[in-house]
């Protein structure tokens, strides 16, 4: 009986070692990592409110209800199919969503959770990705870093970019061609080239990543490159590019190049430009970028950027500190060769960042997720491949307990990072709650679309950016606007400008919205309008106002009468 006992807890024992460790290594880290991603990413869906560009999309996705951000579609036998939603962004991210709209309702929920499980499905491919080029070691930490990143977790979030398929994109065909080089199997090449021509198809600016990627390649290895550059694999991998990118070389093709006709690259003031971009660069490292967008804030400078303590993570410092250490310990230790995979993803990014400042428009946040994960990377592979051996050698003699410290450093530095991430990440969900969103992010828009569309039989003149794309998605098209303020900006005499829109605002089914004087995008309608109130002597009278959840006013619904 003893005897049986003990070989039934043998046998449990080896398979819990055949099965169960192997489940703990392979599963339970990286499903903790995605569990807080998850956590973080889904708490509170509904905040802050739909963003103007977060659903540019939902025309091009509901069926083009109205004339809005489809610059291009096909008529194929009566089904109109857009290709592009403007002349830089296609319309890839409306396929998507296309069906999902035939099966749920358009809801916060419907718009925001599906570019959440984008954004998990990156954290995925990310981690398979540093498992076949480096190790787990270095693919737990970066996922860590990632996962938590307040950058990636909120543009991810609030797609407002759009970001997200550009990094499951980047990441996706990354994986593919490392798969390539390491097998030789050239499906694997069609695949990555196939989906960096889908990546430039979603946005333009995804020539960045192509740019960068060719050029770290040709330096890191440009002796091993020759091997794969046969006439094959050039075809294979121009044909796929070619074949991803179809719909936006075809839009091209047909309208001249409208993509590139205005001036693309220089800004005009190249030194104030990149003084403005060094400031969004930092606030994007240090995760603050999005949370003053949200919440009604404006960019700041370079200095102000990296002293900004509230919120703002320590990824700008640990990075910096790396950057001088290394060069301190590339002089002490003359024998260890320069990681080749850190410097390749170190040059991925420089190469990225220097198009990004060259690059007339790339004016935004938004524009330097391009970079992502790239640092992260890089700074993992130094910390944890070679970053120990350095501090210890550099902080004390081997024995001694400073070189002891000096070992432990790139850990506690990772660390350190990931809880600064997670700081401020609770930093941003308070905030959704007590806030709601500022401006163009105020939740107020949902009490808006319910007005709007309890309303019947009025007519809404939109007097400014920022409320048509989300009434549209939120009430399918069922609430009857315009959105007139493109038209008050035109060239056209004022005069002229200020009759059409008397005719229009005089109706007595007509209210006009505008946003409170804080939160105001174009000036000129709402100069041409009062000119117009003076001119034919009318009144206005507010109809509703709709507040944040801090009390002060955002939208103003206004009707006009003869005084």
Same mark, same amino acid.
């Given at each position: 009986m003893q005897r049986r006992w003990t070989n039934s807890v043998q046998a449990a024992t080896r398979l819990r070692r055949h099965f169960v460790s192997p489940l703990s290594a392979a599963f339970v880290h990286p499903s903790l990592i995605l569990g807080v991603y998850i956590l973080i990413g889904c708490w509170n869906l509904r905040q802050p409110g739909l963003e103007y560009d977060e659903v540019l999309f939902a025309n091009a996705a509901l069926g083009h209800l109205d004339e809005s951000f489809i610059a291009y579609e096909l008529d194929l036998?009566?089904?109109?199919?857009?290709?592009?939603?403007?002349?830089?962004i296609g319309a890839l991210k409306a396929y998507?969503?296309?069906? !999902?709209?035939?099966?749920?309702?358009?809801?916060?929920?419907?718009?925001?959770?599906?570019?959440?499980?984008?954004?998990?499905?990156?954290?995925?491919?990310?981690?398979? +990705? +540093? &498992?076949?080029?480096?190790?787990?070691?270095?693919a737990l930490s970066v996922c860590w870093l990632l996962a938590t990143d307040p950058s990636f977790v909120f543009h991810t979030r609030i797609d407002f970019g759009p970001t997200v398929l550009m990094m499951f994109l980047k990441m996706t065909s990354l994986l593919a061609f490392v798969h390539f080089v390491k097998s030789g199997g050239i499906v694997w090449l069609a695949l990555g080239s196939f989906l960096v021509g889908l990546g430039v198809f979603d946005k333009a600016n995804f020539l960045w990543y192509i740019v960068g990627l060719v050029t770290a390649t040709l330096v890191v290895w440009r002796k091993g490159v020759s091997r794969y550059l046969t006439v094959r694999s050039l075809v294979v991998c121009g044909f796929f590019m070619f074949l991803g990118s179809f719909p936006f070389i075809y839009y091209n093709l047909a309208t001249n190049g409208r993509t590139f006709q205005e001036r693309v690259l220089l800004p005009q003031d190249i030194v104030g430009s990149a003084k403005a971009r060094t400031g969004l660069l930092t606030e994007s490292l240090s995760g603050s970028g999005v949370y003053k967008f949200v919440n009604g804030r404006k960019p700041s400078g370079f200095v102000e950027a990296l002293t900004s303590v509230w919120p703002a993570t320590i990824t700008?410092?640990? /990075?910096?500190?790396?950057?001088?250490? =290394?060069?301190?310990?590339?002089?002490?230790?003359?024998?260890?060769?320069?990681?080749? +995979?850190?410097?390749?993803?170190?040059? /991925?990014?420089?190469?990225?960042?220097?198009? &990004?400042?060259?690059?007339?428009?790339?004016?935004?946040?938004?524009?330097?997720?391009?970079?992502?994960?790239?640092?992260? !990377?890089?700074?993992c592979i130094f910390l944890l491949r070679s970053g120990s051996t350095r501090c210890s050698v550099v902080i004390g003699s081997?024995? =001694?307990i400073r070189s002891k410290i000096g070992r432990k450093l790139p850990v506690i530095a990772l660390? #350190?990072?990931?809880? #600064? *991430? +997670?700081?401020?990440? =609770?930093?941003?969900?308070? =905030?959704? #709650?007590?806030?709601?969103g500022r401006g163009f992010f105020s939740d107020a828009i949902y009490e808006l679309a319910e007005y709007a569309m309890e309303t019947q039989g009025r007519r809404f003149l939109l007097m400014d950016w920022?409320? *048509?794309?989300?009434?549209?998605?939120? #009430?399918?098209?069922s609430i009857e606007k315009d959105e007139i303020f493109w038209r008050l900006e035109t060239s056209d005499g004022d005069d002229m400008i200020m009759e059409r829109l008397y005719k229009r605002a005089i109706q007595p089914n007509t209210f006009l919205v505008f946003h409170a004087t804080p939160f105001i995008v174009h000036d000129r309608p709402r100069e041409l309008f009062d000119k117009m109130l003076r001119r034919f002597a009318l009144q206005t009278e507010i109809v509703k106002v709709f507040f944040h959840k801090r009390g002060d006013p955002v939208y103003l619904l206004v009707k006009v009468t003869a005084s």
């Open positions: 036998g009566g089904i109109r199919v857009p290709l592009m939603l403007m002349t830089y998507i969503y296309g069906p !999902i709209f035939e099966l749920f309702p358009t809801t916060p929920l419907t718009v925001r959770l599906p570019v959440i499980i984008i954004g998990m499905i990156t954290l995925v491919v990310t981690y398979r +990705l +540093l &498992i076949r080029l480096v190790d787990r070691r270095v700008p410092w640990v /990075l910096a500190c790396t950057v001088v250490f =290394s060069c301190v310990a590339r002089g002490t230790l003359r024998s260890k060769p320069a990681d080749q +995979l850190g410097v390749f993803f170190t040059l /991925l990014f420089l190469a990225i960042v220097v198009q &990004i400042y060259l690059t007339r428009l790339a004016v935004g946040w938004h524009h330097f997720m391009m970079l992502w994960p790239f640092h992260q !990377i890089a700074l081997a024995d =001694s660390v #350190s990072m990931t809880a #600064s *991430n +997670l700081v401020v990440d =609770s930093i941003y969900l308070r =905030s959704f #709650s007590t806030e709601g920022g409320f *048509n794309t989300q009434l549209l998605l939120l #009430s399918r098209g």
